[in-house]
T-cell receptor, first 113, second 111 residues
């Protein structure tokens, strides 16, 4: 199993540009999460999903959108990139929800200039 | 969201036992506490989880006192490879969005 994979590893965006961060898992987990981690800080939940077709906001959802059309994939969309979105983005998945171990991907480093 | 608090950093010599404490207010009986380890440029990795008293696995122990206002991660005989940031995560039973990562404790193991 590859676990949780994320692409790209690193990206530079100009202010106002859009992009999609890809996340996929091959563990057949129902729950998936997107976090951002600013330098020297902890992780903050952006969005999460409890299954295909079901998503909900986390702590810091502004400026982002998600969709979940399949169990495996959970892309994160940035519509109008802003410098405040410069961060490292981690995708995670778990089998049964918040009480279960979350498996994290390697992260996507995003720089908005 | 309730807040968790951890020491910002700790230093330890190789071979010593390290205890990292997480303070958390208003956690319910069924709320789980999970500890993750994070190395630079990597995603967090699960270490241990529990919701009461003591849990032990092959790498760590987790102690939760009766008042549940704090929990302690214990790492026996640390090595240089244990240098990392350790996060305390409380799973509040109110919903999946109520998953709060603490600020993390940067552990530096010294030879």
């Amino acid at each position: 199993n590859a676990g949780v994979t994320q692409t790209p590893k690193f990206r530079i965006l100009k202010i106002g540009q859009s992009m999609t961060l890809q996340c996929a898992q091959d563990m057949n987990h129902n729950y998936m999460y997107w976090y951002r981690q600013d330098p020297g800080m902890g992780l903050k939940l952006i969005y999460y999903s409890v299954g295909a077709g079901i998503t909900d906001k986390g702590e810091v959802p502004n400026g982002y959108n998600v969709s979940r059309s399949t169990t495996e994939d959970f892309p994160l969309r940035l519509e109008l990139a802003a410098p405040s979105q410069t961060s490292v983005y981690f995708c995670a998945s778990s089998s049964l929800g918040a009480q279960e171990t979350q498996y994290f991907g390697p992260g996507t480093r995003l720089l908005v200039l | 969201l309730a807040k968790t608090t951890q020491p910002i950093s700790m230093d330890s010599y190789e071979g010593q036992e390290v205890n990292i404490t997480c303070s958390h207010n208003n956690i319910a009986t069924n709320d789980y506490i999970t500890w993750y380890q994070q190395f630079p440029s990597q995603g967090p990795r699960f270490i241990i989880q529990g919701y009461k008293t003591k849990v032990t696995n092959e790498v760590a122990s987790l102690f939760i006192p009766a008042d549940r206002k704090s929990s302690t991660l214990s790492l026996p005989r640390v090595s240089l490879s244990d240098t990392a940031v350790y996060y305390c995560l409380v799973h509040y039973s109110g919903g999946y969005q109520k998953v709060t990562f603490g600020t993390g404790t940067k552990l530096q193991v010294i030879p």
